[in-house]
């Protein structure tokens, strides 16, 4: 509706008009990262950003002739290793949280099935260990009602 379509004094009669928000939630479509993954995500990018950077002061000052263009290029191929190291990290935190606490992706995932069969098998125990208990406390020569 355009102004010159509008009633006059629409908002001064009217219903009080309904301020547009800003920010509007929306749901995730993917599961946020878990804690130890996410910081060593952190990690790595922070390490890869500075070892670009110092490949690029290497670069530049090997062109211009500088003097400092020698210990930028051998600290560079530290710090490349260093950043490769980093994101080994991110993918080997990543497999090992996975393990640890199954993947919950999928609904078929294995790790649930092996928690589901854990939590079944505990509940026999506990169950067989109700009725040996209870008939201890009967004791051998009473009858059960059963």
Same mark, same amino acid.
């Given at each position: 509706?355009? *102004?010159?379509?509008?009633?006059?004094?629409?908002?001064?009669?009217?219903?009080?008009?309904?301020?547009?928000? +800003?920010?509007?939630?929306?749901?995730?479509?993917?599961?946020?990262?878990?804690?130890?993954?996410?910081?060593?995500?952190?990690?790595?990018?922070?390490?890869?950003?500075?070892?670009?950077?110092?490949?690029?002061?290497?670069?530049?000052?090997? +062109?211009?002739?500088?003097?400092?263009?020698?210990?930028?290029?051998?600290?560079?191929?530290?710090? *490349?290793?260093?950043?490769?190291?980093?994101?080994?990290?991110?993918?080997?935190?990543?497999?090992?949280?996975?393990?640890?606490?199954?993947?919950?992706?999928?609904?078929?995932?294995?790790?649930?099935?092996?928690?589901?069969?854990?939590?079944?098998?505990?509940?026999?125990?506990?169950?067989?260990?109700?009725?040996?208990?209870?008939?201890?406390?009967?004791?051998?020569?009473?009858?059960?009602?059963?």
């Amino acid at each position: 509706m355009d *102004t010159d379509e509008r009633p006059a004094g629409t908002w001064a009669t009217g219903p009080t008009p309904i301020p547009r928000q +800003l920010w509007v939630e929306e749901p995730s479509t993917r599961r946020r990262m878990a804690d130890p993954v996410r910081t060593a995500a952190v990690r790595a990018v922070l390490i890869v950003s500075l070892t670009l950077i110092q490949a690029m002061i290497a670069f530049l000052s090997t +062109l211009a002739g500088s003097w400092l263009a020698f210990p930028m290029v051998i600290s560079s191929v530290a710090s *490349t290793v260093v950043a490769t190291w980093g994101v080994l990290d991110v993918w080997v935190t990543r497999q090992v949280w996975n393990q640890r606490n199954g993947v919950v992706s999928e609904p078929s995932s294995s790790a649930r099935q092996l928690r589901r069969e854990r939590r079944r098998a505990r509940r026999v125990a506990k169950a067989d260990a109700r009725r040996s208990a209870r008939i201890r406390r009967r004791g051998p020569g009473r009858l059960s009602r059963a």
